[in-house]
T-cell receptor, first 117, second 112 residues
């Protein structure tokens, strides 16, 4: 089945130790999104890619970076995790909404739960 | 400002009872509204979108631009409907970025 895969499902890191979360997709979608979801809160968009074109949300901390080496893979790098970065991180993909003139359905991965010690 | 409000964190009903999960939005352009659902231990997935005007698993939602609402309804709740439901807002037309703004979510609990 075509899908969005996130690894690992659980990640434990130490305060200040860089960590990378990965996302891959077999849907061949050109748009990929990273969301942060803290406990009992709404998913919040961090950034997204149209192909290799990176789009950062204005309020995404500089501590969060992303890489997309090809269509299938996208990485979220947290350079110096703080206790406040503990959250579920969701990756999603969609077809390009700019081509359709309307919103495209987003397909989500299972998420990676990050714990910062 | 673009905003989605789901006023209820938890909605608890008995099996067979009607369900209405409320969603209100604030958006200056042409809105496109979605309901996403997350069942226990599963990923977030699309339930329905207003533009499709379809019923999925017995759920319907009508976009009311006058009241800026997109409430999710089902006439007879089933136990398998128990899940977290998120209302989400996007935009249509030129300049649409694909970005979704999610509400806080409502946990629906259907009791036997």
């Amino acid at each position: 089945d075509a899908m969005v895969i996130q690894n690992p499902r659980y990640q434990v890191t130490q305060f200040g130790k860089p960590v990378t979360l990965s996302c891959s997709q077999t849907l061949n979608h050109n748009v990929m999104y990273w969301y942060q979801q803290k406990s009992s809160q709404a998913p919040k968009l961090l950034f997204h890619y149209y192909d290799k074109d990176f789009n950062n949300e204005a309020d995404t901390p500089d501590n969060f970076q992303s890489r997309r080496p090809n269509t299938s893979f996208c990485f979220l790098d947290i350079r110096s995790p703080g206790l406040g970065d503990a959250a579920m991180y969701l990756c999603a993909t969609s077809r390009d909404p700019r081509l359709a003139g309307g919103q495209e359905t987003q397909y989500f991965g299972p998420g990676t739960r990050l714990l910062v010690l | 400002a673009q905003r989605v409000t789901q006023p209820e964190k938890l909605l608890s009903v008995f099996k067979g009872a009607p369900v209405e999960l409320k969603c209100n939005y604030s958006y200056s352009g042409s809105p496109e509204l979605f309901w996403y659902v997350q069942y226990s231990r599963q990923r977030l997935q699309l339930l329905l979108r207003h533009i499709s005007r379809e019923s999925i698993k017995g759920f319907t939602a009508d976009l009311n631009k006058g009241e800026t609402s997109f409430h999710l309804k089902k006439p007879f709740a089933q136990e398998e409907d128990s899940a977290m439901y998120y209302c989400a807002l996007g935009g249509r037309g030129s300049g649409n970025t694909g970005k979704l703004i999610f509400g806080q979510g409502t946990t629906l609990q259907v009791k036997p």
